[in-house]
Structure formats: structure tokens, C-alpha cells
């Protein structure tokens, strides 16, 4: 498995800690190569707001040489992982601007094909409250990239760090990753699987919106080139 790994935060803590967990029980299923990102480090300069993504074309993001690379490694990957620590009841700031850069992504505008086999897994950690709220925008911002599934967990450490948690706490968690690494590993090894119900939903929403609005903007184009706007499926899947 390949698998693409965005770091919400260059700090060597809970998250990471969770992360690396999470990783290792992979790697007891099969060979794993993990291609690593830490942000900001990989990704130092926030969204301008310029929309030129959008309305020209991402090679004209101004910070194309950061965010270029490691979109070429989410979609070489098999499977991506997403982190973050809770920050003020929210993702980090790190991984916001992360998905910033990315709006292009999304199935109203120039979706990429190999996102809608792939699977994602948000993991985040927290001291105490704000895990669902730091997840749901992540979660939801791929899911509008047509990412095939999208798999959640957080953990609440309600300690300085990992270490600091009592054992049979640690074990606990322990545990619960090695159980999530499992069904994900399944869940990734079913490359055939159907997106979701919204992905294909929302898919033959938008493409009605391009064959209305026909233009020449780089979202027509672009799905005029991969033949959407000809009833070509985005998706071929295997019916249980």
C-alpha cells in the first residue's frame, strides 16, 4: 500500500504519536510505503485567495511548487491519511491553508479520477474537547474531492502526553487504532468499491450544471477532455 500522509502540525506529539501508531499497524498487514508531508513546513506560504486555480488553471497557483508535489503523491498513493491536533475547538491552521490550496479538487470544478477509488483516514487527538469539530472540516473538504470513502477517529488523551496517559489507557487506544488499521486496510484493498451515494449524486448534479453553462473555462475543458460531458462514468465499480 501506498499511502500519502499530511501532517497537520510539525510537532512531535499526540497526534504524531497516534499517526506513527496507526502507520505500524499497517505495516503488520502488508508492505506499506508512507509518503509524509509536515505542515506548514511542506506547504509554508498561505492562500493568497487569488482563485486562479479555479479560473485558470492550478499550474498558476503562485505557490504551485509546494502544493504541486504533494497532490502528485495523493493521487500516485493508494490511500491518504490526514492529522491534526485540536486547536481552539478546530483543525490547525497548518491544515487549513492545506486545503486552501486545493478548491480546483473539488467535483463541481476539475475532480480527479484516481480520488474516487481512493480512500482517506482523518485521525486527530486532543487534550480534551474539539475532536469532531477539527475532523468535520476536513472530512467534509474531501469528501467534495470524491474521495471514495472517508474514514474518522479521534482520541481524547486528557494528559500532557501520550506517555503521561495511565497504561491500561494507552493499551486501550492502542488497541482502538490497531482495530481501525484493520478495517482500512480492508476498505482500501477494495479498489472496485462504489463511492458513496453523495459522490455519485453530486457527480451527475454537476456535470448537468457544465453541459448548461458551456463555456470555455478550464472546468469545461477539462471535463470535456475526460468525456463526462459524453456520459463516459467517472466510475466503473463491482455491484455486491
Known amino acids: ?80 491519511l490526514l492529522t491534526t491536533p485540536v486547536y481552539v475547538m478546530s483543525a490547525s491552521g497548518g491544515m487549513k491553508n492545506f486545503l486552501d490550496h486545493y478548491p480546483f479538487l473539488f467535483i463541481n470544478h476539475r475532480p480527479r479520477p484516481e480520488f474516487f477509488r481512493k480512500k482517506a483516514f482523518v485521525l486527530s487527538t486532543a487534550a480534551g474537547g474539539g475532536i469532531k469539530s477539527a475532523m468535520k472540516p476536513i472530512a467534509t473538504c474531501i469528501k467534495y474531492w470524491g474521495i471514495n470513502r472517508v474514514y474518522q477517529k479521534g482520541f481524547r488523551i486528557f494528559a500532557l502526553d501520550w506517555d503521561s496517559m495511565p497504561p491500561e489507557k494507552q493499551k486501550k487506544y492502542e488497541a482502538e487504532i490497531d482495530r481501525c488499521a484493520e478495517k482500512f486496510w480492508r476498505a482500501v484493498s477494495k479498489q472496485d468499491s462504489a463511492p458513496t451515494l453523495f459522490v455519485r449524486f453530486y457527480f451527475a448534479l454537476c456535470r448537468w450544471m457544465v453541459k448548461k453553462f458551456r463555456n470555455s473555462t478550464p472546468d469545461y475543458r477539462y471535463w470535456q477532455t475526460q468525456g463526462w460531458l459524453d456520459g463516459k462514468p467517472p466510475f466503473v465499480f463491482k455491484r455486491d
Not at 499526540?14 to 509518503?35: I, M, P, S
Not at 479560473?55 to 508535489?69: D, L, M, W
Open 1 to 80: 500500500m501506498k499511502i500519502a500522509v499530511i501532517h497537520g502540525s510539525p510537532r512531535r506529539g499526540n497526534t504524531l504519536r497516534a499517526a506513527e501508531l496507526f502507520l505500524e499497524a499497517l505495516k503488520k498487514r502488508g508492505e506499506v510505503e508512507a509518503d509524509e508531508f509536515f505542515l506548514p513546513r511542506d506547504l509554508p506560504e498561505f492562500c493568497k485567495g487569488c482563485a486562479a486555480c479555479v479560473t485558470r488553471g492550478e499550474e498558476f497557483c503562485p505557490h504551485r511548487q509546494y502544493s504541486g508535489p504533494i497532490l502528485d503523491s495523493m493521487l500516485k498513493a493508494d490511500a491518504l
